[in-house]
């Protein structure tokens, strides 16, 4: 049975740094995707990043130049390093697992396997 674990959500003040951790478990994923999902208060969950196998990469226009994704295909396990955190980045953090990268997947309905979420707050 597969499973995704997100770790290293928190509270931190705006303009700081945090590092989510999503380890998998039951498969490989190291020919597939895998992204990263948000959701606020009242709104719907939104597309974050997503990695190809080949670590090719693709963001959303508002966390551009702040986040990075990357991936320890020995691990199993993909990173969202935030940098540069604003009050408007607050939300639920979700990892996601795509069976097979053919393009870059950007929508919810992409995904096959989803984590539990893990907190990220920021204060101004």
């Known amino acids: 049975q597969v499973h995704l674990v997100e770790r290293g959500g928190g509270s931190v003040q705006a303009g700081g740094s945090l590092r989510l951790t999503c380890a998998a478990s039951g498969r490989s994923f190291s020919s597939d995707s895998m992204g990263w999902f948000r959701q606020a208060p009242g709104k719907e969950r939104e597309f974050v990043a997503t990695i190809r196998w080949s670590d090719s990469t693709r963001y959303a226009d508002s966390v551009k130049g702040r986040f990075t994704i990357s991936r320890d295909n020995a691990q199993n396990t993909v990173y969202l390093q935030m940098n540069s955190l604003k009050p408007e980045d607050t939300a639920v953090y979700y990892c996601?697992?795509?069976?097979?990268?053919?393009?870059?997947?950007?929508?919810?309905?992409?995904?096959?396997?989803w984590g539990q979420g893990t907190q990220v707050t920021v204060s101004s």
């Open positions: 996601a697992a795509r069976l097979g990268t053919f393009r870059y997947y950007l929508k919810e309905e992409d995904y096959n396997y």
